[in-house]
């Protein structure tokens, strides 16, 4: 039994050890991005010795694939959280701003939009790519209840509206606004709502030609 309690203690020190190492690894993406990321920087902010990052992950490539597979987890289960009798439009309201939230506290790397390396990699990750393919189709089957609702415009492709609404999670303006407006967090996260969800045209504007 005491042999048991000592693995079992050396297994969740091992853990937290690795949640540690992910999450300073994703402040240093958030921060610098990939290329600019090394091992070192990994092991000196979480305060470990290189060969002990080592036993955990083998190399750059295989850490910020963990980190993105551990980010799209968290964000399937923040939308499996939310109970199927709130309006569909509302469980995309409430994802992005989940998202945005995330991005402004510093734990939300926009990895795949910052280079063809990077794009390429992740793509080969297949427990990545299978957790993007999952949430895509939980938020393609969201989508689709919005619009049967009449709550999202039936008229532009369903591309359009999911990679329009992926690609406001890394919006340079989240950081413009952060860093040269008088908003606080929160302020953004609505603001950013708001334009995306409900457009910059007033309601009373008449379309011109």
């Known amino acids: 039994m005491n042999l048991l309690k000592r693995i079992s203690f050396k297994d969740q020190a091992f853990q937290q050890r ?35 990052l080592y036993k955990h992950f083998k190399s750059k490539e295989e850490l910020a694939g963990e980190c993105m597979i551990r980010l799209l987890d968290a964000a399937s289960e923040h939308l499996s959280s ?6 569909a439009i509302d469980r995309m309201r409430s994802l992005l701003a989940w998202a945005l939230h995330l991005r402004l506290q510093g734990g939300l790397p926009f990895l795949p939009a910052t280079s063809p390396h990077v794009r390429d990699m992740l793509v080969k990750n297949l427990g990545y790519t299978m957790r993007a393919l999952k949430l895509n189709s939980a938020l393609s089957k969201i989508l689709s209840e919005a619009q049967k609702a ?60």
Do not use: H, W
Request: proline share 6%; net charge negative; hydrophobic share 45%.
């Open 18 to 52: 690795e949640g540690a190492i992910l999450d300073a690894a994703t402040r240093i993406l958030t921060r610098r991005g990939f290329d600019l990321m090394t091992m070192d920087d990994v092991a000196t902010e979480v305060g470990v010795s290189k060969p002990s």
């Open 82 to 87: 939310l109970p199927d009798t709130m309006p």
């Open 150 to 209: 009449g709550q999202i415009r039936k008229d532009l492709p369903d591309a359009v509206i999911l990679f329009s609404f992926y690609s406001r999670t890394c919006d340079p303006a989240v950081e413009f606004l952060r860093l040269y407006s008088k908003l606080s967090n929160a302020e953004i996260v609505e603001n950013m709502l708001a334009a995306y969800f409900s457009g910059l045209t007033a309601t009373n504007a008449k379309p011109t030609l």
